[in-house]
């Protein structure tokens, strides 16, 4: 799959392009493979292929059929999941354990549990008030979807978006994050090694300016799904309103984690530690402001920064595994690393880490900073990278306030052994998942999405269908 140049999956072709995207591996910084460049007439052809597929063997497939082809894809995902492992762990360079038991894995859930959706995909018969008149409903996809994700789960995030847009009965033109297309060129292949019709799901590689614009602005697409950064999604809605088009927007986050004094300080501070170093903190939902009571500050700080210390940082392919690879790229590094900066100069800590691992690929040391404050720029803004950022509080009204001053709402969440004060914590924090005692949590089943500029719609679970269908009412004389 890496020798040779991948072409654009469009329609049953492999077309290539005359410029290539090289992927580089983050581990070593050096060129792992290159794709086709897919721009703004690739993905002409490419809504094309979804629109013919739409009306051809697809759209008149039986909800049944649908499923099953679904139900296909899921075990072909685990079957494969070492080959998804593999791909993800070179062009995003996450340890290729995590990618291939943990993404690649949740992955193959995620389609087996909306393989079981289009047969439960149902209308409605209304009890209008006119006598003689009928009311009934149905629900129907919403046509050609333009997907677009991000880097931080190359799989994963694919797989959140084009489960539920599959089940609904779409078809597809995705535009994955050109750092890490791999993996979604090869689901393309998969998806026809299983029987989806050629054109259904069509995959372009390209970037966001070129590719993703043109998608989003394209005016024979029903609706984007998008996953990315805040500042991009504004982009996204700009680009929609020539046809007005649907969009779903999962964005950026800052979360607040509650450390309280009363929490089962093992599990809590084991918790925070991967809410936040959990996927290197390229996370959108990374506990990524931890406040701590601050009669528990100093031991907890402590344990943090041992825990940090004590990781093991390396290549995504290194035969022994590690528990963190690189960031993904030289200038996500970079900018990481001015966060550092910024937060020093402002007056935070570092207790553990605060510098470039080696010399070789994008590595950051896990870092640990304390004394931290509302106001500072690494409190405020998203690093996304290893940098756990320590707050210090008093009082829960307080801290529930202080949680929730920021344009963000994608997560948040505490450790408390009070069952009330938990139950006040699920009332006031104000994000669209809340993790009580835990952190991180998601399933096929269960709703996600933000709150503020975290975005708007629900991935996962019945709303997720909702999000890629569209109600007909139908009155009947
Ligand atoms: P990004 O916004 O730079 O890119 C995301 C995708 O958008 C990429 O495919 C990119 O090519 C494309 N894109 C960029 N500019 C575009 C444009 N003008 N028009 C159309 N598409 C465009 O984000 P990123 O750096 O790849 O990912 C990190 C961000 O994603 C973080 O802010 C993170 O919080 C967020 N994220 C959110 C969730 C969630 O579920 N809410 C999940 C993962 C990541």
């Known amino acids: 799959f890496l020798e040779k140049p991948q072409g654009l999956r469009i329609g049953n072709d492999r077309v290539e392009t005359s410029k290539l995207l090289d992927v580089i591996d983050p581990s070593f910084d050096t060129q792992a493979a290159q794709v086709s460049l897919g721009t703004a007439a690739n993905i002409d052809d490419a809504v094309s292929a979804a629109r013919a597929a739409l009306s051809g063997p697809w759209g008149t497939m039986t909800a049944h059929d649908r499923g099953q082809l679904l139900w296909k894809l899921a075990d072909a995902i685990e079957d494969r999941k070492q080959i998804f492992g593999e791909l993800d762990a070179i062009d995003n360079g996450k340890p290729m354990h995590v990618a291939r038991d943990v993404d690649a894995v949740y992955s193959a859930r995620h389609f087996r549990y909306f393989a079981g959706w289009p047969s439960k995909i149902e209308g409605r018969t209304i009890p209008v008030s006119s006598p003689d008149k009928m009311n009934f409903t149905k629900v129907e996809p919403v046509g050609v979807c333009g997907l677009i994700t991000p880097w931080n789960y190359p799989t994963l995030m694919v797989a959140w978006k084009l489960a539920p847009a599959l089940a609904a009965g779409n078809t597809i033109v995705l535009k994955p994050a050109e750092q890490t ?9 998969l998806a026809l090694e299983v029987g989806f019709p ?31 950064s805040t500042e991009t999604g504004r982009r996204i809605v700009e680009g929609s309103v020539g046809n007005l088009k649907k969009v779903s927007l999962e964005l950026g986050g800052k979360a607040a984690n509650i450390l309280f004094a009363d929490a089962d300080l093992d599990k809590a501070i084991a918790g925070s530690f991967w809410a936040l170093f959990g996927n290197n903190g390229q996370s959108c939902t990374a506990g990524a402001r931890l406040f701590v009571h601050r009669s528990i500050k100093e031991q907890v700080v402590e344990r943090l920064a041992e825990m940090a ?65 509302d106001d500072m720029t690494i409190a405020r803004e998203e690093i996304f990278g290893p940098v756990l950022c320590i707050l210090d509080f008093d009082d829960e009204n307080e801290v529930i306030a202080r949680a929730n001053d920021t344009d963000f709402g994608l ?33 096929a089943a269960s709703p996600f999405g933000g709150m503020k500029q975290s975005g708007y719609g629900r991935e996962m679970g019945a709303e997720a269908i909702s999000l890629y269908s569209q109600t007909k009412s139908i009155w009947l004389g």
């Open 411 to 443: 997560a948040a969440g505490g450790w408390t052994q009070d069952l009330a004060r938990a139950l006040r914590l699920a009332d006031k924090l104000q994000a669209g998942t809340l993790w009580l005692n835990t952190w991180g949590d998601t399933d």
């Open 309 to 373: 210390n004590a990781l093991s940082v390396g290549p995504g392919m290194d035969a022994s595994p590690h528990d963190l690879g690189p960031v993904i790229s030289r200038p996500q590094m970079d900018k990481v690393l001015g966060y550092i900066e910024a937060g020093r100069a402002e007056g935070a800590e570092v207790v553990a880490g605060g510098a470039q691992r080696g010399e070789d690929g994008y590595f950051v040391a896990p870092t640990v900073m304390q004394s931290v404050t």
């Open 198 to 228: 050629p054109g259904v799901l069509n995959v372009v590689p390209g970037f966001g300016s070129d590719a993703g614009a043109a998608l989003a602005g394209h005016a024979g697409v029903d609706k984007v799904g998008f996953t990315g």
């Open 181 to 189: 297309p791999l993996s979604a060129l090869y689901l393309a292949d």
